[in-house]
């Protein structure tokens, strides 16, 4: 009785003092007081700021060759989630609610001149003030006789037409988001028919969900549908796990590792906006044939089984443009063309929005 009396206590007196050592080693990582820097503990992580790019990403940057100077403005409106889908703890959406402003990036990484729409609450609300002449064109304070101020400021003048309009502007909505399009999976357990034999378990799965965008183009002036673009891009995710059960005399252990990984989706939505906008600016300003892109080219991580068959371009053409690699393929030849010319004067320019069938 004193030897199961002395372990117990010996078990009871383990549970403080294994509370008291984690109160140790947490005290060396948080503070009850602030340091120098005034934080309580140092952030882990360190990962550096990078910028956001696509496999699409390059071939518009290429393409401010071609629209540097060029006087159409495209202006972007509403590009909504049309999915409905929610995290399953209403934490918020499964899909991004920025493609609009991935649009806007893409077009700038394109050199494409842009107009503000999308949030116009800061130009309205300065307008209104400069109605009420409440803002001076150089900050100064005007005087209170309503004479400009004494550091020559003058109240900002509104003009008729002081606000350049837009040619066109692109509109849309993430439109699909599909889960487990397809899985595959394999499992296996395994161990010895002893009551205390290893035993072990592994397995591997792997699934594929898609994301969906619809993009069209519209002519400000006459509102005009000039282009569509529709794509879809496939996710895969995977998952890998093992872990062993064993017995080792009185005690036992139980452990297992795995790793799962998922390409990102707003990653993925980013490219599909970014191929569409690609799209949309090699049709708008007519550029050279292969000009930039790699669209249905070999090295094309979004192409579609009906772009790979489009002739390389010439060799001289490839070696004098790093950047050129092939140009769209578009299999279906009632496509119209959908875009006027930049240039009047273009002497090849169609009068109407619509060309002939190409």
Do not use: W
Request: one cysteine or more; a negative charge; proline letters at 6%.
């Amino acid at each position: 009785m004193t030897s199961a009396m002395t372990s117990r206590g010996k078990r009871h007196l383990m549970k403080p003092l294994v509370l008291l050592g984690l109160l140790v080693a947490l005290s060396g990582c948080i503070s009850t007081e602030a340091d120098d820097t005034g934080r309580y503990t140092a952030p882990i992580g360190g990962s550096p700021v990078i910028g956001n790019e696509t496999p699409y990403s390059a071939a518009l940057r290429c393409f401010t060759r071609y629209t540097r100077g060029r006087p159409l403005r495209v202006a972007v409106g509403q590009i909504a989630d049309y999915t409905g889908k929610y995290e399953s703890d209403n934490s918020g959406h499964k899909l991004t609610q920025g493609a609009a402003l991935m649009a806007m990036s893409a077009l700038s990484k394109a050199g494409v001149p842009m107009v503000e729409r999308f949030d116009t609450s800061v130009a309205e609300m300065e307008l209104k003030y400069a109605n009420n002449k409440l803002i001076a064109d150089d900050g100064s304070r005007p005087a209170p006789d309503g004479q400009p101020g004494q550091g020559g400021g003058d109240y900002r003048k509104i003009f008729a037409g002081s606000i350049p309009g837009s040619n066109y502007y692109i509109v849309g909505g993430i439109t699909e988001l599909n889960f487990n399009i397809r899985s595959e999976g394999a499992n296996a357990d395994g161990g010895g028919t002893a009551t205390n034999s290893v035993k072990g378990t592994a397995g591997a799965n792997v699934y594929v969900m898609n994301v969906g965008l619809d993009l069209r183009l519209v002519d400000t002036d006459t509102l005009e549908v000039v282009d569509v673009v529709s794509y879809q891009k496939q996710i895969i995710g995977r998952q890998i796990q093992a872990g062993v059960f064993d017995f080792l005399g009185h005690n036992f252990f139980d452990a297992s590792v795995g790793e799962s990984a998922l390409e990102p989706i707003q990653l993925a939505v980013r490219s599909v906006i970014e191929r569409a906008v690609l799209q949309m600016v090699t049709r708008l300003y007519h550029t050279p044939a292969g000009a930039c892109t790699n669209i249905g080219g070999p090295d094309d991580p979004l192409a579609g089984p009906d772009d790979d068959n489009q002739p390389n371009p010439p060799a001289h053409m490839a070696a004098n443009n790093t950047d050129t690699i092939t140009e769209e393929h578009h299999n279906d030849t009632s496509r119209p063309n959908a875009y006027r010319y930049y240039s009047s004067d273009d002497p090849a320019a169609e009068p109407r929005l619509r060309g002939g069938v190409e």
